[in-house]
């Protein structure tokens, strides 16, 4: 792991005025061990939309303010060729088996669950004994059963343990789904089919159902680093949290022996179809780290300008950035001409110049670096910026195969950068004029505001 200038802050003994700062910035809410999400928190995901079905609705398949469902259901709609028609197609689903809501016997007065046909196994058994009479006369009529004291064995059920099998602490209805997933897992080793491990697999799926209760990893800062993160989504109303996604994040901060999100190095990204992705857990680290170094400037720890990728929200400037999210300046090489060019835009976001533009004038510098690179133009200091140099890579920008605007975008963003870093007195050119303005590809659209 290199050493950041962050780790540098946090590991020069300062690392304790930033867990401070953190535990001073946290409200009680999000302080609690385990974390349980504030209820009606939008972090918490909304419930699937099937009736009966408790678990989280993470996928929207009629856009994002209709209807969700949850994994399970969402593969079923899938399979089910995409109806359209959301009404029609709910109403013909059903939650999965193992986490269908459990029913009250209907046998009047009677507290158990239902084991078969509506009724515990007490009732069944006498319904079938009495010769399968109307349900109506025979629901009104029974009495019930002594209920036992013990309550079923799997948490959250509820319901008394079925008093017919004491060997066994489930209610009625756990003990008829036990028996058919034991039956399911015929062939596997005992201890892979006992009641030990249903009562663990079946509260660990309702677990993963839901996010109630999120998990942190064991560092105690980056659980508080995490805590400020949900905190701050939570304040932003932004959206909830997937809870699997979650998990691996926290799984992957672990493993990685991760001991602050502000100075870790990320896995570098996956090329997957010529396009590079960030590994999806990674989402979270982003998301917390623009929440902890927006912290951090607002505490005065840092100077947001400083380091070489710029946080777009983190900026002092009152002008925002569209869906522009950073500034990398680490492609511009050498370390002059980095300071440079964040020189440059520094003084002119300050000065109201859009963040788009600065873009532009920011990636034309990174092809003149990538091109002085290929083609052997040294670029070790400003005396290397010769008319030469610029009318060489006019030339490899004219023969590009690109559309006209962007040729002019490449020439023009280096003919505004270095002329305006001479006329500012930063470096002084042989011949101050970059580009002639007939020299550059035609002016398809209207200039950039400067
Ligand atoms: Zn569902
Ligand atoms: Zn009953
Ligand atoms: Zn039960």
Redesign the pocket.
């Known amino acids: 792991m290199s050493v950041s200038p962050q780790l540098a802050v946090l590991e020069s003994g300062r690392a304790d005025g930033w867990r401070a700062a953190l535990e001073r910035a946290l409200r009680a809410e999000f302080l609690g061990s385990p974390l349980v999400l504030p209820a009606g928190s939008p972090l918490a995901a909304p419930e699937c939309g099937v009736n009966g079905c408790p678990r989280a609705g993470e996928k929207s398949p009629w856009g994002r303010f209709d209807t969700r469902l949850c994994g399970f259901h969402w593969k079923r709609w899938v399979g089910d060729d995409r109806p359209e028609c959301s009404d029609e197609w709910l109403s013909a689903q059903r939650p999965p088996s193992i986490l269908r809501p459990i029913e009250r016997?209907a046998?009047d007065g009677?507290r158990?669950s239902v084991y078969a046909v509506g009724?515990?196994r007490?009732?069944r058994q006498e319904w079938v004994e009495a010769g399968r009479p109307a349900r109506e006369r025979f629901d009104a009529w029974t009495r019930?059963?002594a209920a036992g004291e013990a309550p079923c064995a799997v948490a959250g059920c509820g319901f008394p343990a079925c008093s017919a099998r004491e060997d066994r602490n489930l209610c009625d209805a756990h003990t008829a789904r036990f028996h058919a997933w034991r039956q399911r897992r015929g062939p596997l080793a005992e201890h892979e089919r006992s009641l030990e491990r249903y009562v663990a697999e079946i509260g660990a799926r309702a677990r993963r159902a839901v996010l109630a209760c999120v998990p942190l990893p064991d560092n105690p800062l980056v659980a508080l680093e995490l805590r400020f993160a949900l905190q701050c989504r939570h304040d932003e109303g932004g959206g909830f949290i997937n809870s699997s996604c979650w998990r691996e994040t926290v799984e992957r901060l672990v493993a990685l022996e991760v001991r602050s999100l502000l100075d870790f190095d990320c896995p570098p990204p996956q090329r997957a179809g010529g396009r590079t992705r960030v590994p999806a857990w990674m989402f979270y680290v982003n998301c917390a780290r623009r929440s902890l170094l927006a912290l951090r400037a607002r505490l005065g720890l840092e100077d947001p300008w400083a380091p070489d990728v710029w946080h777009v929200q983190l900026l002092p400037v009152d002008h925002a950035g569209g869906r522009l999210r950073n500034l990398d300046w680490r492609p511009i090489r050498p370390a002059w001409l980095r300071g440079l060019c964040k020189r440059w835009a520094r003084h002119r976001l300050r000065g109201g110049v859009s963040f788009s533009h600065v873009n532009s004038i920011r990636l034309a510098t990174v092809r003149l670096v990538e091109f002085c690179e290929l083609a052997g133009w040294p670029l070790d200091d400003s005396a290397c910026l010769t008319r030469e140099l610029f009318d060489a890579f006019l030339d490899h920008a004219r023969s590009l195969q690109a559309g006209a605007e962007h040729k002019r975008k490449i020439a023009y963003g280096v003919k505004q950068l270095f002329e305006d870093c001479h006329s500012l007195g930063w470096i002084s050119l042989r011949h101050p004029r970059v580009y002639l303005s007939g020299e550059l590809p035609a002016q398809r659209e209207r200039l950039p505001r400067a």
């Open positions: 016997c046998a009677c158990h009724l515990c007490w009732h019930p059963p």
